[in-house]
T-cell receptor, first 114, second 112 residues
Framework: DVKVTQSSRYLVKRTGEKVFLECVQDMDHENMFWYRQDPGLGLRLIYFSYDVKMKEKGDIPEGYSVSREKKERFSLILESASTNQTSMYLC?????????????FGSGTRLTVV | GEDVEQSLFLSVREGDSSVINCTYTDSSSTYLYWYKQEPGAGLQLLTYIFSNMDMKQDQRLTVLLNKKDKHLSLRIADTQTGDSAIYFCAERESGGYQKVTFGIGTKLQVIP
């Protein structure tokens, strides 16, 4: 069964800390995405990547960076966590050659910044 | 940019049909999707429809697409308590990186 695994379900960090959220997929997917999900705002795209070492900004990249050193792993980095980054973070992946381009999502990481 | 709109909440009785509606703005969208999110979980692809289709049926699910009005709907027949979840409509743009834009989600509550 194909899987997208996010390293933590729940995370509590202090303001100003550097935070790493890890995502690993075992499906050999080219595309990987990071979203945040907030009540009333739905899913908002932070960053995405179409290949190793490639990254593109999404709709809300400010305060975040990403790293993709290996095809299966896509990391989201909060350089200096702030309370307005408290959210549910969802990682997703998809296969470039799949015509319908369906996303496979991880279970999410609920991050609280105090 | 692209925008996908859907109502926030829908309540139905068990055994009834549920209809969740969505409107989108990108007339050149290639695929449209419905995702389901159960409590505490990520999103799961439920079904999708290619933009040159009007309807797609998959067991209890029926997707209707009205391209002229840019309206997408998901009908769930014989709704069960296990269908209680948040349902997200999404569209895939045709150009550029073919990004997928999600709506804010409709919370479906099924009353026993």
């Amino acid at each position: 069964d194909v899987k997208v695994t996010q390293s933590s379900r729940y995370l509590v960090k202090r303001t100003g800390e550097k935070v790493f959220l890890e995502c690993v997929q075992d499906m050999d997917h080219e595309n990987m995405f990071w979203y945040r999900q907030d009540p009333g705002l739905g899913l908002r795209l932070i960053y995405f990547s179409y290949d190793v070492k490639m990254k593109e900004k999404g709709d809300i990249p400010e305060g975040y960076s990403v790293s993709r050193e290996k095809k299966e792993r896509f990391s989201l980095i909060l350089e200096s966590a702030s309370t307005n980054q408290t959210s549910m973070y969802l990682c997703a992946s998809s296969l470039l050659r799949d015509s319908y381009y369906g996303y496979t999502f991880g279970s999410g990481t609920r991050l609280t910044v105090v | 940019g692209e925008d996908v709109e859907q109502s926030l909440f829908l309540s139905v009785r068990e055994g009834d049909s549920s209809v969740i509606n969505c409107t989108y703005t990108d007339s050149s969208s290639t695929y449209l999707y419905w995702y389901k999110q159960e409590p505490g979980a990520g999103l799961q692809l439920l079904t999708y429809i290619f933009s040159n289709m009007d309807m797609k049926q998959d067991q209890r699910l029926t997707v209707l697409l009205n391209k002229k009005d840019k309206h997408l709907s998901l009908r769930i027949a014989d709704t069960q308590t296990g269908d209680s979840a948040i349902y997200f409509c999404a569209e895939r743009e045709s150009g550029g990186y073919q990004k997928v834009t999600f709506g804010i989600g409709t919370k479906l509550q099924v009353i026993p």
